[in-house]
């Protein structure tokens, strides 16, 4: 049985829009301001994570967010693994046959989907971005390990990651470190004895 990984970036205040409008406005343009040291200790912990999963899942903006970004085609270690992995799509459409290899949409029942894949798969599961998915996830206790990647900036606006659960959900901090200069790492899992 495979586990579901959240991997966000995120910051202090739970924004986890990264993207700036094409104008430049929105809350998103905090992870270019991200100091050089920093961006490549973020990578190094990318590349580890991927290297060590067995799927991706995601939403249908966050794949095309990473086809539109030149994943499909960049030629370094992070690109090339992801290119490798199955990529699984929550979609209600057709995924673009010349978008990213080895990417299927997942259609239907989410829920029943993803404790499909994730009795499926034997090893990690990684969720990058998706929203919408992830809170989806939360609320129906189908996450297993969340790790937030803190950035520190407090944008005050932009798509958070948490919305209203029916429920609270109880977690336990399994990790915290320092990466780079500015960064921290957080790993919580669910508490499921609270």
């Known amino acids: 049985m495979g586990r579901i990984i959240i991997s966000e970036n995120i910051t202090i205040d739970g924004v986890i829009e990264v993207s ?11 992870f270019a301001r991200t100091a050089d040291r920093d961006r ?4 190094k912990v990318g590349i580890e994570e991927a290297l060590g999963a067995r799927a991706l899942l995601m939403g249908r903006r966050t794949h095309a967010w990473f086809v539109e ?7 370094d270690e992070w690109a090339e ?15 673009d046959a ?14 029943r989907g993803v404790a499909e894949l994730r009795a499926d798969v034997p090893g990690d599961v990684i969720v990058y971005g998706s929203g919408r998915l992830v809170r989806t996830l939360l609320e129906h206790d189908l996450v297993d390990e969340l790790r937030l990647m803190t950035f520190p900036f407090v944008v005050g606006a932009g798509e958070r990651l948490f919305g ?31």
């Open 69 to 75: 970004r030149g994943w499909v085609s960049r030629g």
């Open 40 to 43: 490549t200790a973020w990578a």
């Open 81 to 95: 693994r992801l290119r490798e992995l199955p990529k699984h799509v929550v979609s209600s459409t057709a995924l």
């Open 98 to 111: 010349a978008g990213w290899r080895n990417s299927t949409a997942l259609r239907g029942d989410v829920v």
């Open 20 to 30: 700036a409008g094409a104008d430049g406005s929105g809350h998103g343009g905090w």
């Open 164 to 194: 209203a659960v029916s429920a609270m959900k109880p977690m336990r901090l399994v990790d915290s470190r320092a990466v780079g200069d500015g960064l921290a790492s957080l790993v919580y899992r669910p508490d499921r004895d609270a």
